[in-house]
Structures are given as C-alpha cells and as structure tokens.
C-alpha cells in the first residue's frame, strides 16, 4: 500500500515550456486535490476531484488544467509555465467530504520555473 | 480575505511540556471543519486531528487535543508531553462549502507555526 505517490519529485522548467505531474492512489479514495505551497502563505487548492471524470476549480486554478480519466490518478498540467509557478506541488486524496480522517498527502513535486 | 489566521510563526517548547498552537478562523457557514496537520523537515503533511463545527465535545487523538471555542472561533491544538521528533510545521485548516464539482467548496490552511521541541 504505497498511499498517495507524485511524479516526478522535482522538475526543472524553462518558461513557456508544459509539463504534467502526476498524482496516483491506491485507496480507493474517491476525492483528490491539487495545492501549491509557496514560502509564508501556505497550502492553497488549485483544482479538485469528487470523482472519476469530474473536476472543479479550487482558490487558485488559474495557469493550471487537470484531469481524472482513472479513479487512481489526478494529473496536473501547466501548458505554458510561468515564474510565478515556480511552487512545492502537493497532491491529496481523501475517503469521502468532510471525513474525520483528513486527507492524505503525496510527498510534493518541487518546481522551479526560470 | 484570510480565513485562517495562525499568529505565531516560530515556538518554542521544552522536552516532556505541554504547548498550544493557536489558530483562529473565519466562516460565515454553519457547517464547517478544521483539521491540524504536521510537516516535518522532510516535506511530508500528516494529518494530525479533526474537529466538526457540530461536534460539542473536542476532539482527541493520542497526544493531541484540539481545543475548539465555537464563539471566539479559534481551535487551538494542544500537544501534551512534547517530544523531539515533533518539531515541524504544524498548519491549521479549515473545509467549508460543499464537495461538488460547483466550485463552492474551499479547504484552506493558514501561514503555519513552526515548533521546535528542546531536548
């Protein structure tokens, strides 16, 4: 039972350049979620899942696509990479909205956009 | 407009005392969650406790006790018997909204408190 796992750890970006990460999870969990952490401001959502097929924005989704064709995965692309971008990546999924268990998280994608 | 305040960037703490993180919040639901979590230097979140804005008593999870006022709306997290290994980033976070794919759901965590247990 790996959890949640990212892919790649870390990845270096030219501007302009695309790029997508990779979140899986071997749970069964039917939600997942997207957030970047930048120094001082926390963990903000970008975009979300509540299930196979769906996904919806989150605080700051802009810059950013996403897509959930399988239950297990949750990819995030960035088709034209800015500085602004440059972040730590977190996935997390999650049994079911509002659970006492919280969410679990991946180990983070660290990004550097130059 | 910030949701989740944590006003203390760094704290201190001595091995085998207990300390409080603050955390206060703001939400114009009635239905709402907050959840602690820790990073530890190794980049990883744990999540450490959760309290339900229904929920009347606090919550408890081994060493860790959240200490909900629903007026002044604060959940502050109390950690008894400090030990070394829980020096990290300890965020707070809020859920509010619904999960659908309307967009209205948010889940937001505040600036963090850094804690660093002396031996």
């Known amino acids: 039972n790996a959890g949640v796992t990212q892919t790649p750890k870390f990845r270096v970006l030219k501007t302009g350049q695309s790029m997508t990460l990779l979140c899986a999870q071997d749970?069964?969990?039917?939600?997942m979620y997207w957030y970047r952490q930048d120094p001082g401001m926390g963990l903000r959502l970008i975009h979300y899942s509540v299930g196979e097929g769906t996904t919806a924005k989150g605080e700051v989704p802009d810059g950013y696509n996403v897509s959930r064709l399988k239950k297990q995965n949750f990819l995030l692309g960035l088709e034209s990479a800015a500085p602004s971008q440059t972040s730590v990546y977190f996935c997390?999924?999650?049994?079911?909205?509002?659970?006492?268990?919280?969410?679990?998280f991946g180990p983070g994608t660290r990004l550097t956009v130059l | 407009a910030q949701k989740i305040t944590q006003t203390q960037p760094g704290m201190f703490v001595q091995e085998k005392e207990a300390v409080t993180l603050d955390c206060t919040y703001d939400t114009s639901d009635q239905s709402y969650g907050l959840f602690w979590y820790k990073q530890p230097s190794s980049g990883e979140m744990i999540f450490l406790i959760y309290?339900?804005?229904?929920?009347?008593q606090n919550a408890t999870e081994g060493r860790y006790s959240l200490n909900f006022q629903k007026a002044r709306k604060s959940a502050n997290l109390v950690i008894s018997a400090s030990q070394l290994g829980d020096s990290a980033m300890y965020f707070c976070a809020m859920r509010e909204g619904v999960l659908t794919t309307s967009g209205t759901y948010k889940y937001i965590f505040g600036t963090g408190t850094r804690l660093k247990v002396l031996a």
């Open positions: 309290q339900g804005s229904y929920d009347e």
């Open positions: 749970m069964n969990h039917e939600y």
């Open positions: 997390a999924s999650s049994y079911s909205f509002g659970t006492a268990r919280g969410q679990y």
